[in-house]
């Protein structure tokens, strides 16, 4: 890889914490990274440099500090011969302490630490971060900003045979696929109506229109007058409805299907038919895009026109969910009601809320403050202390005033979410993070524990402990935790569950809200788990039927699921709720267990991994409600494609916008071809995978899309990670199957021209009316793709709609550059970016770099 190129091509920063108001700049000292090679030593492990350089004028001692910094990788020196000792205190949390190897830096001095990753790194986001000094004495200064280079032979860089980093060539020749010639077909939504019938004409909405309801949807009624003025400027006077009149009919029709409606557009005015406020309610969306996004600028005069048209629709799927994590890095209240917003432009009908895992409690309630004064808040903690809040993770650093790390929902706050939420028929299902992913909860009990200790109530002090005193457990989680799991043979985890779940059953009431479910995690609980602790030593005494910790597995959900039965409440949970550990061949293997069988529980199913292909099917046919929530296709926080530069992981492969949306739900497995690392499947994992059932085919009750949040450190990231992807992601969950599903994707020239009709309705249309909102909702901007011919550089897009800028001199584009169009000569400096008329920009491109 030519890293000779300006830096705004090879390299970029990843901004650190800033440092608190207390804090004292004492030594400046700047950090970088950089990557240099995966598989290194014949082990999927890499290796990388991390570089300090003195940039102050004074001497930078070798000695009297600590280094402290998060990291994703489990990290050990390359050889003995390094300045600095790494620590690993939990989790991502480590630090560097000097050695006797190291000296001390002279102004423009630096020193080089070489370091093992124990796993591969794929671009930015592997990454350490947060890095910040600490001098004792509660001095710690946070360090600014790591400087982050691409590794210098990205062959080197590769993973297994056929990894490819995604460059300027290959983005050109698969922005191909979607290539659309002439104008884009009037009267078209997404996601795509069972039926659309264009008729000749348009309807102008003006100022002063009435809004005739019947009286079932007056609520609906309400909402479309506020956004008429909202996003059009046009008022209107909201009628109940007595006989039909020009203007808007709201008109309740009990032969329509629960959130079916059907939608019709003539000189007459506008009828929209329902059987329920749902259906209404996405009557009033379809209504909104109809609207050309360019009528929603707010300069625009008080009409708008609508095409002749009748629609009829109705969802394929009862739950269309989306998943935020808002534990690792925090999001406000009122960037939640943002994206309540927008899920429902798109039809989404549930918000599945990650409130709670290892790094953040986000949900005050009122039994446990400790929960929310302890486990909301993250900050420097040392390893041999008993702080009252968590350890800095995903760099968010020493100051426990950092936004994303530290952060709740006051009870307030969530009783307007939901009732934000319920007014857009939206669901909200809680989440609780139950036995794994507790390490919040855990810590936060721990201090209650401490606190009633010290005032010499034991009784009060064990009442709610979810972790065993004198536990020896050895165990790592996935995220590199030893101690996040709670000890499900303590009597008092189900009395802090049971109380918590009224807490939260309260907070529903107060809303006015219906509570459904609660969703008790269950995902990734590691091995090691209870084998030293001593409840469990004692439940086992007492019970000869239990001999291993997993032998309490399925008597914990058991447990969950009768107290939720008691308060008329559904079990929902990841995958692992409806499975078993069992030993086949001398060798665990989790399965499906029967016990569960048939009893209304909703799992996540997000593993089709690795053996697990077939999952969803299975657990769907033994009997489990099943949301097909897949890693491979639904996971927001991937990246697009294999880039250094773009964001998001890749540990389940790479997910860009037509992942989703060439989904068969019923035949997955007709197009799963791949595993996450590209590779072809072998046949044998498809002969013999579980085909789904009819059984199985009616517990599929819905798709769920998810945002985990490691990588998301501002409302712009976050919505970035969404769109487009959320858009093919909702037109699969409600559109009507395709004919193409019958044959599979790329079997069928149905599948070719639906897809590029699709990828133009997205950039012609839908990402030029997002921008208008809840005050504008930003979007990834893809990269354009880049081919030379003959001494000349061609340019192309994924998506239409963007102007191409471009510079010859190896800066970066900015708004007033050259427009790209057509052919140009080809220069070494010439770089290339994308820009919508928001002025948002994709990454830079060059030829003479990978992306």
């Known amino acids: 890889m030519n890293i000779r190129l300006l830096s705004v091509l090879c390299c970029f920063v990843l901004l650190c914490t800033q440092v608190g108001a207390q804090s004292k700049k004492i030594h400046p000292l700047q950090v970088s990274w950089q990557p240099l090679l995966n598989n290194y030593a014949g082990k999927e492990h890499a290796l990388s440099t991390l570089t300090l350089t003195n940039t102050s004028d004074t001497d930078f001692l070798w000695e009297g500090w600590k280094l402290y910094f998060n990291f994703i990788r489990l990290a050990e020196p390359v050889d003995d011969k390094q300045p600095l000792d790494v620590h690993h205190i939990n989790g991502d949390y480590f630090y560097f302490t000097p050695n006797a190897k190291g000296k001390t830096l002279k102004p423009g001095e630096q020193v080089t630490y070489t370091m093992i990753s124990k796993s ?3 671009n930015f986001n592997d990454a350490p971060q947060g890095f910040y000094l600490d001098w004792g004495g509660d001095k710690q200064e946070a360090l600014g900003a790591v400087t982050i280079l691409t590794p210098p032979d990205d062959k080197a860089f590769y993973r297994v045979g056929g990894d490819a980093e995604m460059d300027a060539e290959k983005i050109y020749a698969k922005n191909l696929r979607y290539q659309v010639d002439g104008p884009l077909a009037k009267g078209q939504i997404l996601p795509t109506p069972v039926s659309t019938k264009l008729g000749k004409g348009v309807y102008a909405l003006k100022n002063k229109v009435a809004i005739h309801y019947d009286g079932e949807f007056l609520k609906e009624g309400e909402l479309l007058k506020a956004e008429l003025e909202q996003l059009f400027r046009i008022s209107s006077r909201l009628e109940p409805k007595t006989r039909g009149g020009a203007g808007i009919e709201l008109i309740y029709d009990n032969t ?10 003539s000189k007459k005015g506008i009828v929209l038919r329902a059987g329920t406020p749902s259906g209404m309610f996405y009557a009033i969306q379809s209504l909104k895009l109809l609207v050309n996004p360019a009528q929603y600028d707010a300069q625009q005069q008080a009409v708008v026109t609508l095409p002749f048209v009748d629609i009829k629709d109705e969802p394929r799927f009862g739950s269309r969910s989306l998943m935020l994590d808002v534990a690792r890095n925090f999001q406000t209240k009122e960037q939640i009601l943002k994206i ?8 989404l009908n549930t918000l599945h809320f990650h409130l709670n895992d290892d790094e953040g409690w986000r949900l005050e309630v009122p039994s446990f403050p400790e929960l929310t004064a302890v486990g909301a808040r993250r900050g420097h903690w040392t390893a041999d202390g008993n702080a009252d809040w968590l350890p ?19 009870q307030a706050d969530f009783i307007e979410i939901l009732k934000y939420a319920q007014s857009r028929h939206i669901q909200v299902i809680p989440e609780v993070e139950t036995p794994g992913h507790a390490r919040a909860a855990i810590q936060a009990m721990n201090s209650r524990y401490r606190k009633f200790m010290a005032a010499g109530d034991s009784i009060a002090a064990h009442k709610y402990l979810l972790q065993s005193p004198g536990d020896s457990s050895e165990f790592r989680s996935v995220q590199k935790w030893n101690d996040n799991v709670m000890d499900v043979s303590l009597p008092s985890v189900y009395t802090f569950l049971e109380q918590l779940t009224d807490d939260i059953v309260g907070l529903y009431q107060q809303a006015g809200v219906e509570l459904k479910t609660i969703h008790f995690g269950g995902d990734e609980v590691p091995n090691g788990v209870w084998e030293g602790s001593p409840a469990f030593a004692k439940f086992k005494a007492a019970d000869a039927t239990i001999n291993d910790p997993f032998d309490l597995w399925t008597r914990h959900f058991d447990i969950l699921y009768k107290m939720l039965q008691k308060r008329g409440l559904d079990l ?9 550990k069992v030993l086949e061949d001398g060798r665990k293997k989790w399965v499906p267990y029967a016990g569960f069988q048939d009893r209304n529980i909703y799992l996540n199913v997000w593993n089709n991994l690795g053996g697990n292909e077939d999952l969803a099917y299975r657990l769907a046919n033994a009997g489990y409600k099943v949301k097909l929530s897949f890693v491979s296709n639904f996971y927001m926080d991937m990246a697009y494609y294999k880039a250094f530069r773009e964001q998001g992981f890749y540990w389940g492969g790479f997910i860009d916008m037509e992942r989703p949306y060439s989904f068969v739900p019923f035949d997955y497995l007709h197009t799963q071809k791949q595993d996450w690392l590209g590779r072809p499947l072998p046949e044998r994992v498809l002969a013999g995978a579980e085909k789904l059932t009819e059984k199985g085919k009616k517990n599929i009750v819905g798709l769920q899309a998810s945002l985990w949040s490691e990588t998301i450190k501002s409302e712009k990231e976050m919505e970035r990670m969404l769109f487009p992807r959320l858009l093919a992601f909702s037109e699969r969950a409600w559109a009507a199957a395709g004919a193409w599903e019958q044959d599979g994707e790329g079997q069928d020239g149905a599948y070719q021209a639906a897809l590029k009709n699709f990828f133009h ?14 005050g504008g909702i930003a979007y990834r901007i893809p990269t354009p793709g880049l081919k030379q011919v003959d001494g000349q550089v061609f340019a192309n897009m994924e998506l239409p709609g963007f102007d191409i800028r471009y510079t010859e001199d190896g800066s970066a584009p900015n708004q007033n550059s050259k427009r790209y169009a057509g052919p140009v000569a080809y220069l070494p400096g010439l770089v290339f970016k994308a820009f ?11 030829l003479a770099i990978k992306q």
């Open 256 to 265: 329509v299907a629960a959130e079916a409606y059907t939608l019709n557009v």
């Open 340 to 347: 309540l917003d927008v899920m429902a432009l798109y039809k």
């Open 392 to 410: 800095p993770s995903y760099g968010s650093g020493p100051s426990l005033d950092n936004s994303r790390a530290s952060g709740f929902y006051s």
């Open 120 to 122: 591969w790194v794929v």
């Open 761 to 774: 309705l997205v950039g012609a249309q839908e990402l030029r009316r997002l921008p208008f909102i809840h």
């Open 836 to 846: 919508n008329k928001q002025g948002d920009s994709s990454l830079p491109i060059s």
């Open 572 to 580: 929902s949970g990841w995958e692992e709720v409806g499975m078993e």
